[in-house]
């Protein structure tokens, strides 16, 4: 089943808006825990086109486009264009496993309206890049990072003493709390759940990649592709 946020539903992470005059840097005070787990090459990675199914329209009654969009990243800039319409977007490599494009909302033709974060996780395994929503991340034998959306939003830091730590953006400003993260053995896979109960993310190991049903599905759908 999938899951897809809204405008308002959690301000942590992804999917969110913001209120008026956040701080505009979408990196600021990024944790430095994170350092250690940022894949090499990912800025250079994103640049250049992608077709993707993200719904940038904000107007009510808005349905998510039935054909991919174009998405051209360059630097810290993106333009998106599903026809008529184009956008110009904020663009960052906020987390080892997550990227935040940021949108200006308009109200009445001008840019007044706030902010519209938009997001999606991804993994580089084998110099390819995955890229889809739910949850995502990578491991270090039993150490792990995990970027997640939805009830349990947020990067998740799993050391190898087994402390598990919550990071969260709210409006560019990251605060951490401690979590729960266990490992656990399914068909032969190893399996990380994030937290507990009904709603906590579960990623199977494969290889040195943690990948959700719901990511791999959304990569199965086309959220995002080379074009």
Known sequence: MKLVLVCGLSAAV???????????????????????????????????TWATRLTLSLAAGDQPPREPIALDIHGDSATASD???????RFAVIAPCAVQLKQPITVGGNFNGGTAYHGAQFVMTGGT????????GYRKGKAAVVCSEGRNAGVHILDEHGVCTTWQDWFDRWESKPATCTWSQRDGHDVLTIGSGE????????????????????IADGYFRRR
């Open 14 to 48: 992804f999917g969110a808006c913001d209120r008026k005059g956040a701080a505009d840097n979408l990196t600021t005070r990024r944790p430095a825990t994170f350092d250690a787990w940022m894949p090499a090459g990912a800025e250079s990675a994103w640049q250049g």
């Open 83 to 89: 026809g008529p319409r184009e956008y110009k977007l």
């Open 129 to 136: 890049m995955r890229v889809g929503r739910g949850a995502a």
């Open 199 to 218: 709603w906590a993310p579960e990623l199977i190991a494969r290889g040195d990649v943690l990948e959700s049903e719901q990511f791999t599905e959304y």
